[in-house]
């Protein structure tokens, strides 16, 4: 991986994304080796401050991957973590981050192919914004982000 390469993170539930990305991996699936999962118990554990903190310490980009709606394990767990990505992906549009940073996946145990393959659009998506992520570091003292991503991209 080189230094150019986007961290990603992936709050994945442990009942069916981490399955997900298990099973990529018995199968040998490529995917870029910089992103980095997180289980968790179900999506529905997932709180925003999670996501902007993911941000801050260096993320460049963010998945969050539950159960296919009406198989969330807690019944709606997943269907309250989409909503908090709506909500997180507005308030980085208002930062000036582009909201593309952030996105939210249903996929069963058994899609290790669709983990794989999310993984690699997910960091062709943010390998064409620009690297890093302006909210790096911002939690730092002395440490500021390269500023407002929509001037970035004009
Ligand atoms: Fe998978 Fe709730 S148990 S998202």
């Known amino acids: 991986m080189t230094n150019s390469e986007p961290k990603i993170v992936a709050f994945c539930c442990h009942y069916c994304a981490f399955a997900a990305a298990d099973l990529a991996g018995v199968l040998r699936l490529k995917y870029p080796p910089n992103v980095h999962i997180i289980r968790l118990p179900c999506t529905g554990k997932l709180d925003a401050l999670y996501l902007l903190k993911a941000f801050e310490a260096g993320a460049d980009g963010v998945i969050v991957a539950g159960c296919l709606e009406g198989s969330c394990h807690f019944i709606s767990g997943n269907l309250r ?74």
């Open 81 to 154: 973590a989409k909503k908090r990505v709506l909500a997180v992906k507005s308030l980085l549009a208002k930062l000036g981050i582009a909201p593309e940073r952030l996105e939210f996946f249903n996929l069963s145990s058994a899609q290790g192919d669709r983990f794989a393959q999310l993984a690699r659009e997910m960091t062709e998506r943010i390998k064409n914004l620009p690297n890093p992520s302006p909210l790096r570091g911002r939690g730092e003292p002395g440490v500021r982000g390269s500023g407002d991503e929509k001037e970035a991209r004009l």
